[in-house]
Structure formats: structure tokens, C-alpha cells
């Protein structure tokens, strides 16, 4: 007798009122990770309810339901909880039942929003009590107005400490909801000298006081100075100058990774640009007939103008082909190490 009068004095005395239970209940469904929803085998496997007594853990949810801490809910049928922080549930004490009702709703829509006439829907209530509601949880600073690009003329509502999705404010190109059209015109053309650094071999410009030389090289020799020269061009240059083709197999087109991961680095625009974002500026300029599409869809490719629009235009229209914009044209000749009779890059520029 006196060891089991030891051992239970050792033990954990048991939550013998309700409120403990309920309270054991709360603290330990809070403290878990995560945004969880609890069925109520989920209730009764966290051990805090005595011999899993279905009655006292109906009356645990309802007192916590009732004091706003559980939010009811179904899930395939049945009951489950989601536990409230007691600061939200704080701010339901405060409202009336209208508000809350508003508010709940609100809530529910995150960041995406609801407009007003789909609560007014949901919610059941006459217009002018909405409104008085929207008005009243406006200035406690619970809920505020957003604009949205899809329905600008349209009343939306959203919590007041969240942050609108993109899909809602269209992302870093449109400010209060209008298009900013001067800086999707400087990203645009950004970009497109960024692709047209990595599209066209930029010849150096010739020196007119130089001579033509006349220089006898092997094959060898040729194919290292088209190498060094292909390895000196730089990044954007101006596209007044002369544009000419990479040699046959060239790779280096740009992808939507790398030109995503360089405009963030350029420091052009304020807000870190995504993939997504990228995408939507190359299908600007794809449909201008700026750029193209190569490589499957995974690179894209400078086109050539013709004319431009800036006044730099081109005055002749030469084709790819590779004698009119070989780098190494200068060196062809009759017998020599670069010639059209032993040409091997015309097969090879068909092939792309």
C-alpha cells in the first residue's frame, strides 16, 4: 500500500476541471508546426483528453469554438478544428455579429481579396448593413480596399496586414493597378540589347587609315583568328553597328534563367524580377518581331532589322548566308586556306 501511495504521489496530478482540459487542449494544438486542421482522432491522439472520452472532448471544442479559439469546420464529411491565434480571436470578441460574419469571409479570401458584392452574396445582408459593416472594419484597420488589374472598377477587400497576390496587382509592371508603360518599354529594351549581345558577332570598327593586307595563312591559322575574334565581342553593343552570324553550332543563345538572373543583377528594376515575369516581356517582343524563339523554345535569338524605327537603320538587306556574313571574308580567296570551293560552313549553317 504505501509503494502505490508513493507512486501516485509521483505522478502528474491529472486536469481535473474543464477549463484546464480546455486549456491543455488549446496550448497543445497551438504549439504544434504549421497551419493544421484537426479531426477529431487527431484531437483525441494528442493524449490530453483522460481514457479519450468523447464527451469531455466535444465539450473542450465547443467551449473553444464558442470563445473563438477553434474555428469549426468539414473536411470530407466530417468535423474538424482549426486553431485561432488568440490575438485574431480577440479582434471577433470585439465586433458584432454582422462584423464578424464580414470579417470571417474577408479572411477566408487571403490574398486575392472579395469583392463586395460576393460577400454581400455570402453573407446574406442588406446592402446599407454591409456597407456599414466595411465601413466599421475599415477604420479598426482590419480589412482595406484593394484594386484589382482584371476588375479595377470593382470594390475589393482584403485583410489590412496582408499584401495583394500578383495576380491581383499584375506584378511589378503595373503601379495602383495601371500599366506603367515606361518601364516595361526600358525592361524591354534592355532585354533585347541583352539578346542581341548574345545573338550577332559585333565586328571591331576598321581603321580606314590601315591597308588592306594581304596575308597568306594555313587553315589552322584562319580558323584561330575567327576564334579570337568571336571571343572579343562584348555584351549589348549598339545596334547600329553590324550584326553578324555566330559561327555554325554556336550555343550560346540566351534562356529565360540566365536573362532572369542578369536583369536582377543590372539594378534596373527595384523589385527582384521571376521567371514568369521574364516570360511575359519575351512574348512582347516575340510578337514585335524582335526576337525569336530557337533551340526547342529553351534559347532565344535577336532578329535583324531591316530598318529601325530610331533611325539607324540598315540601308541593304544581306542575307545569313555565310559569305555575306562570314568574319573571316576578307582572308577568302581562290586556292587560299579559306575559299568557296572548300567552304565548310555552308552545310553546317543549313543545318541549324
Given at each position: 500500500?504505501?509503494n502505490a501511495n508513493a507512486?501516485?504521489a509521483?505522478d502528474?496530478?491529472?486536469?481535473s476541471?474543464?477549463?484546464?482540459?480546455?486549456?491543455?487542449l488549446y496550448a497543445?494544438?497551438?504549439n504544434l508546426?504549421?497551419?493544421r486542421?484537426?479531426?477529431?482522432e487527431d484531437l483525441?491522439?494528442?493524449e490530453?483528453?483522460?481514457?479519450g472520452?468523447?464527451?469531455?472532448?466535444?465539450?473542450?471544442?465547443?467551449?473553444l469554438?464558442?470563445?473563438?479559439?477553434?474555428?469549426?469546420m468539414?473536411?470530407d464529411g466530417?468535423?474538424?478544428?482549426?486553431?485561432?491565434?488568440?490575438?485574431d480571436?480577440a479582434k471577433?470578441k470585439s465586433?458584432?455579429a454582422e462584423?464578424?460574419?464580414?470579417?470571417?469571409y474577408?479572411?477566408?479570401s487571403?490574398?486575392?481579396?472579395?469583392?463586395?458584392?460576393?460577400?454581400r452574396?455570402?453573407t446574406?445582408l442588406h446592402?446599407?448593413?454591409m456597407?456599414?459593416?466595411?465601413?466599421?472594419l475599415?477604420?479598426?484597420?482590419?480589412i482595406k480596399?484593394?484594386?484589382t488589374?482584371r476588375?479595377?472598377?470593382r470594390?475589393?477587400y482584403?485583410l489590412?496586414?496582408?499584401?495583394p497576390?500578383?495576380d491581383?496587382?499584375?506584378?511589378?509592371?503595373?503601379t495602383d493597378?495601371?500599366?506603367d508603360?515606361e518601364?516595361v518599354h526600358?525592361?524591354?529594351?534592355?532585354l533585347e540589347?541583352?539578346?542581341?549581345?548574345?545573338?550577332?558577332w559585333h565586328?571591331p570598327p576598321k581603321d580606314?587609315?590601315?591597308?588592306?593586307e594581304?596575308?597568306?595563312?594555313?587553315?589552322?591559322?584562319?580558323?584561330d583568328?575567327r576564334?579570337q575574334?568571336?571571343?572579343?565581342?562584348?555584351?549589348g553593343?549598339?545596334?547600329?553597328?553590324?550584326m553578324?552570324?555566330?559561327?555554325?553550332?554556336?550555343m550560346g543563345y540566351p534562356?529565360?534563367p540566365?536573362m532572369?538572373?542578369?536583369?536582377?543583377a543590372?539594378g534596373?528594376?527595384?523589385v527582384?524580377?521571376?521567371e514568369?515575369?521574364?516570360?511575359?516581356l519575351?512574348d512582347v517582343l516575340?510578337?514585335?518581331g524582335?526576337?525569336?524563339?530557337?533551340?526547342?523554345?529553351r534559347g532565344?535569338?535577336?532578329?535583324?532589322?531591316?530598318?529601325g524605327d530610331?533611325?539607324?537603320?540598315?540601308e541593304?538587306g544581306?542575307t545569313e548566308?555565310?559569305?555575306?556574313r562570314c568574319?573571316?571574308?576578307?582572308l577568302?580567296e581562290e586556292?587560299?586556306p579559306?575559299n568557296?570551293?572548300t567552304c565548310?560552313?555552308?552545310?553546317?549553317?543549313?543545318?541549324?
Open positions: 500500500m504505501s507512486s501516485a509521483n502528474p496530478s491529472p486536469l476541471s474543464p477549463k484546464e482540459l480546455k486549456n491543455a497543445r494544438c497551438a508546426p504549421g497551419d486542421v484537426f479531426k477529431q483525441l491522439s494528442l490530453v483528453i483522460p481514457d472520452d468523447l464527451n469531455q472532448l466535444l465539450s473542450c471544442t465547443r467551449q469554438t464558442k470563445e473563438g479559439l477553434f474555428k469549426l468539414t473536411k466530417s468535423p474538424c478544428w482549426k486553431v485561432v491565434k488568440k490575438a480571436a471577433y465586433l458584432s462584423e464578424a460574419l464580414v470579417y470571417s474577408v479572411e477566408s487571403a490574398r486575392e481579396g472579395m469583392w463586395t458584392r460576393t460577400i452574396l455570402r446574406n446592402q446599407t448593413v456597407n456599414r459593416c466595411l465601413k466599421s475599415e477604420t479598426k484597420n482590419y480596399p484593394i484594386k488589374v476588375f479595377p472598377g470594390k475589393t482584403m489590412a496586414h496582408l499584401q497576390s500578383e491581383v496587382t499584375g506584378g511589378p509592371f503595373y493597378g495601371v500599366l508603360d518601364f526600358q525592361m524591354a529594351n534592355w540589347k541583352y539578346i542581341i549581345g548574345r545573338s550577332w565586328p580606314p587609315s590601315r591597308k588592306k594581304k596575308m597568306k595563312m594555313t587553315v589552322e591559322q584562319a580558323e583568328l576564334a575574334e568571336l571571343q572579343g565581342r562584348e555584351v553593343r549598339e545596334r547600329s553597328r553590324s553578324l552570324p555566330m559561327p555554325p553550332g554556336y534562356t529565360i540566365e532572369t538572373k542578369a536583369i536582377n543590372s534596373l528594376s527595384g527582384v524580377m521571376k514568369a515575369e521574364m516570360r511575359q519575351l516575340c510578337w514585335d524582335r526576337v525569336e524563339k530557337i533551340l526547342y523554345g532565344y535569338k535577336a532578329v535583324r532589322q531591316v530598318g530610331d533611325g539607324d537603320g540598315f541593304n544581306l548566308a555565310p559569305c555575306g568574319p573571316v571574308f576578307d577568302c586556292g587560299g579559306v568557296a570551293r565548310e560552313y555552308f552545310q553546317k549553317w543549313l543545318e541549324i
